[in-house]
Nanobody, 124 residues
């Protein structure tokens, strides 16, 4: 079973930046699209961004377009999320997962188990 470990979260002021990273336990993930999701307190988990296994297809939620960038390194089994111009409403626990890009972007469906996530806190 593929294990996913997220890191890079922290406390940042509004307008600041953070880079999240997700490491997978084995190379299988290179055949799948990878995605980032987030869950704020008392809210459902929501799709944030996804990238195809070749990197040729990239998808973002409207709320993060122009501010977040997803990229991956299949040689290192990692997928990253560069978050700029952070807003208060970006605060959440961020998770990565893998699967079909269409499934993730349209229905939030993933193929892996959820990891621990990484907390992003944005202060005013």
């Amino acid at each position: 079973q593929v294990q996913l470990v997220e890191s890079g979260g922290g406390l940042v002021q509004a307008g600041g930046s953070l880079r999240l990273s997700c490491a997978a336990s084995r190379r299988t993930f290179s055949s799948y699209a990878m995605g980032w999701f987030r869950q704020a307190p008392e809210k459902e988990r929501e799709f944030v961004a996804a990238i195809s296994w070749t990197g040729g297809g990239i998808y973002y939620a409207d709320s993060v377009k122009g501010r977040f960038t997803i990229f991956r390194d299949n040689t290192k089994n990692t997928v990253n999320l560069q978050m700029n111009s952070l807003k208060i409403e970006d605060a959440a626990v961020y998770y990565c997962n893998f699967g079909s890009a269409a499934a993730m972007t349209r229905g939030g469906k993933v193929s892996g188990s959820w990891g621990q996530g990484t907390q992003v806190t944005v202060s005013s």
